[in-house]
């Protein structure tokens, strides 16, 4: 995922923003914390256990973002609440908005102070949220920003719903919307005055997916949840660079979740050069893991393509790819390089995409070029957050994003 985008400036509640204070230690999101430490909270104030969803679902589904906000619970209560909880563990540190399609990117500081970002896409009617996983990456694929420093930790579910609860946050209000499950006999509309929904969800930002597995699939689970986010599980999608063992876990979990692997290569000895973890996995072990992935959910995988020009791109590559996944029931999405500040590559001309793409087809292969959002939006995923933290280190003023 990547894109440019003009800049609304920080958040309201960015570093800065208020009066000069001695920083405190943050106060923990209330979304990480378990739900029966937290009954036990309410319980020592003799509060009934069923405050726990009150308080969950006016986040998740009413778009609370204060304790003060939450006008089913007893104004006392939501003061307490404040002074033990955050309704957010993260902070809006840029915020910005491509008003050509109306695309958002926020790049969130982390209660450590560490940065990560988020996107919400607009389409017709869907809503789609991509969202990190970590902070950083340590797959180190060589045209990506996100891999530059390395990974320095996983995200906890509870900062990967903040991600999507923002994103949220951010759809209007649209009440024609039916509600998922919704027919014409038994119409389900969202309650007048609550937030928009998100339609989609792609674990396309920072970090590598599945090397977060556990925290993502609690996530996942809260963004599934009827009274809450209210998300599909069939219009989740995973991307991964390609983790055998982490594939047939995911898999093995019993979802619906659509998975997307990170090819970028037909052959193994040109994917170790753009993708050095390849080295001790190879092509043939992803490729078995996710056909097993496909027996087993009825899932149809798609294949991403990045393509850098003159690296992946020829007509030999083309007719290697294409032996490959041909016979396979596979979708193949190619995407052009994004350029990322300071790395030798370039996009792909034309000719060498439409090659590519009628090569695949005439295999028998499903394809598409992923469009691009808009000419604003071409800075690569990661890198906002890269200038954002340079910035916050050297105490500059916050950079123009990339021009697009
Ligand atoms: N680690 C996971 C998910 C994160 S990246 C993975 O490897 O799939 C999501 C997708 O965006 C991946 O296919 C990745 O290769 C692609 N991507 C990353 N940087 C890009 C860039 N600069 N231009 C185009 N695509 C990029």
Same mark, same amino acid.
């Given at each position: 995922?990547?894109?440019t ?9 960015a ?7 001695t920083?405190a230690a943050?106060l923990p999101g ?6 029966d ?6 319980a020592a ?9 009150q308080?969950?679902r006016q986040?998740?589904?009413?778009g609370a973002?204060?304790?003060?906000a ?9 003061a307490?609440?404040a002074?033990?909880?955050a309704?957010?563990s ?6 910005l908005?491509?008003?050509s399609?109306d695309?958002?990117k926020l790049?969130l ?5 560490r ?5 919400l896409?607009?389409?017709g009617?869907?809503?789609t ?5 970590q902070?950083g ?7 990506c920003?996100s ?5 320095v930790r996983?995200?906890?579910?509870g ?9 949220r946050?951010?759809?209007?209000a ?5 509600r ?6 038994h119409p389900?509309a ?20 599945? =090397?977060? &597995?556990?925290n $993502?699939l609690?996530? /996942?689970a809260v %963004? *599934?949840?009827r009274?809450g986010?209210d998300?599909?599980?069939r219009?989740?999608t ?12 995911l898999?093995d979990a019993g979802?619906?979740?659509h ?7 037909p052959?193994?000895a040109l ?6 973890t ?9 490729l ?6 496909y027996?087993?959910t009825?899932?149809q995988?798609t294949?991403?393509?990045v393509?850098l ?6 007509p030999?590559?083309?007719a ?6 041909a016979?396979r ?6 995407i052009?390089?994004n350029d990322v500040d ?7 001309a034309? =000719?060498? &995409?439409?090659? $590519?793409?009628?090569t /695949?087809?005439? %295999? *028998?292969?499903?394809v ?5 959002k ?13 200038k954002a933290e ?10 123009a994003?990339?021009?697009?």
């Amino acid at each position: 995922m990547s894109l440019t985008l003009p800049l609304l400036g920080p958040g309201r509640d960015a570093p800065g923003a208020g009066p000069a204070t001695t920083p405190a230690a943050p106060l923990p999101g209330v979304l990480d914390v378990p739900a029966d430490a937290l009954r036990a909270w309410l319980a020592a104030r003799g509060q009934p256990p069923m405050r726990a969803n009150q308080i969950r679902r006016q986040i998740l589904a009413n778009g609370a973002t204060s304790f003060d906000a939450m006008s089913d619970l007893p104004k006392p209560l939501r003061a307490d609440l404040a002074t033990s909880f955050a309704v957010f563990s993260t902070r809006v540190e840029r915020h910005l908005h491509a008003p050509s399609d109306d695309t958002h990117k926020l790049v969130l500081r982390l209660a450590d102070d560490r940065m990560i970002e988020c996107v919400l896409i607009r389409d017709g009617g869907r809503a789609t949220a991509c969202v990190s996983t970590q902070v950083g990456c340590g797959m180190g694929c060589v045209f990506c920003a996100s891999g530059l420093n390395g990974v320095v930790r996983n995200l906890t579910a509870g900062e990967i719903v903040e991600q999507l609860v923002r994103l949220r946050n951010l759809v209007g209000a649209n009440p024609e919307r039916p509600r998922r499950g919704a027919s014409a006999n038994h119409p389900v509309a969202d309650a007048p005055g609550s937030p928009g929904r998100l339609t989609h969800v792609v674990v396309m930002g920072m970090g590598e997916p599945l =090397a977060n &597995l556990d925290n $993502l699939l609690a996530a /996942l689970a809260v %963004a *599934g949840d009827r009274g809450g986010l209210d998300i599909g599980q069939r219009h989740v999608t995973i991307s991964t660079v390609g983790l055998p063992a982490k594939i047939r876990r995911l898999a093995d979990a019993g979802k619906q979740y659509h998975l997307a692997v990170s090819l970028h290569a037909p052959t193994d000895a040109l994917r170790t050069r753009i993708v050095p973890t390849n080295t001790g996995t190879g092509i043939p072990a992803i490729l078995e893991a996710a056909d097993e992935f496909y027996a087993k959910t009825g899932r149809q995988v798609t294949y991403e393509c990045v393509v850098l020009g003159g690296l992946n791109d020829g007509p030999t590559r083309a007719a290697e790819l294409a032996r490959l996944l041909a016979g396979r029931k596979a979708h193949v999405n190619l995407i052009p390089w994004n350029d990322v500040d300071g790395l030798p590559y370039r996009r792909p001309a034309e =000719a060498d &995409l439409r090659n $590519l793409v009628d090569t /695949l087809r005439r %295999a *028998g292969v499903s394809v598409k070029v992923r469009k691009r959002k808009g000419a604003e939006i071409d800075a690569a995923c990661g890198q906002l957050r890269r200038k954002a933290e340079q910035e916050a280190a050297t105490g500059g003023e916050p950079a123009a994003p990339a021009p697009g």
